[in-house]
């Protein structure tokens, strides 16, 4: 089952996609929560329903005519892990970690399956990595690696993007990776159960058609399985939680010289057995808040002038 969040007629709402459709839950099952972490949350009875929904042939709408939008729009966490893929090690000069290397990008970077990325004013140093995400389907704390299956809803893919030079201003690399628009999902959750291994799925990403990277889930240095069970080891994990698993080699940082996004670039990073999501890179806009600086600036100094 591909479970997706999306918005039509002016509303957002959660669906199933089958084939080329999406099938409304709000109109097909009206029960059922409209929010993806609630749906989880909900737990098995709820996605039964949704299972059930989606063997009908009503309401349904073309995919043509809806927005896809990240699955999890705000999800209660989202986690990553640095340096879990030989290669990429490798290519960055490190050793090898002996413990995984988590760290946090904040939830408000999370953005859609087709939104664009925003390239910071602050920075040239803009970069891609993608990577398979897991999602948490259920409240839980001290999973052990052998029953970490039976909290994972299911599997997306995701582009940890990272502002290089901010993300070494800090060991804990939170500030360049969390920027606004620097987390697009998507382009749906994939339920286990129609996905099959997580651990043996092709990954590539592409930056204008150019194939930058290629690699299998299966050279993970460590597993979704076992990130489950470290981090809930410490704590809590939530329903939607977000957690993204690592970038195999390949990132523009690590190109001599090095090839960093700007505008007008397109990112696709592909996954085996979920889809895809691809990105248009633009240059970080203008807002309202700029625009008032701007203007108060140029009061000030017309200020004097006026009292001469």
């Known amino acids: 089952m591909k479970l ?16 080329a459709e999406i099938v409304d839950l709000a109109a097909a099952v009206p029960e059922l929560p409209r929010e993806m972490c609630a749906l989880l949350a909900a737990g098995g009875g709820a996605l039964e329903a949704a299972r059930r ?27 990553a892990i640095g340096l879990n893929y030989a290669d990429h090690i490798a290519e960055s000069g490190r050793p090898q970690p002996g413990f995984p290397v988590f760290f946090n990008k904040q939830s408000s970077c999370v953005t859609g399956p087709r939104s664009p990325i925003q390239r910071p004013r602050v920075s040239e140093a803009l970069d891609y990595e993608g990577e ?28 940890d993007v990272s502002v290089r030079d901010w993300q070494w201003k800090a060991p804990t690399m939170t500030l360049g990776k969390s920027f606004d628009t620097h987390g697009p999902i998507g382009p749906w959750i994939v339920t286990p159960d129609e996905l099959g291994d997580p651990h043996a799925l092709e990954l590539r990403t592409f930056v204008n058609g150019e194939l930058r990277q290629h690699s299998n889930t299966k050279h993970l240095v460590y597993d979704c399985f076992t990130q489950v069970e470290t981090l809930s080891t410490v704590f809590t994990l939530l329903p939607g939680t977000v957690v993204s698993t690592g970038t195999p080699g390949g990132v523009g940082a690590a190109m001599k010289p090095p090839r960093f996004l700007v505008a ?16 248009p890179v633009v240059d970080e806009p203008e807002t309202a808040s700029d625009r008032s600086a701007r203007h108060g600036a140029g009061a000030a100094r017309a200020a004097p002038a006026r009292e001469r």
């Open 4 to 19: 997706a969040t999306f918005s039509a007629g002016g509303d957002t709402r959660i669906g199933v996609v089958v084939d």
């Open 53 to 79: 929904a989606a063997e009908s042939d009503r309401h349904r709408l073309p995919l043509s005519d809806v927005t896809l939008e990240a699955p999890v729009p705000r999800p209660p966490e989202f986690l």
């Open 132 to 159: 398979l995400g897991f999602v948490i389907g259920r409240r839980c704390r001290h999973v052990p690696r052998e029953r970490a299956h039976e909290v994972i809803a299911g599997y997306l893919v995701v582009n």
């Open 264 to 279: 007008g670039d397109v990112v696709r990073v592909a996954i085996d057995g979920i889809g895809e999501i691809e990105n």
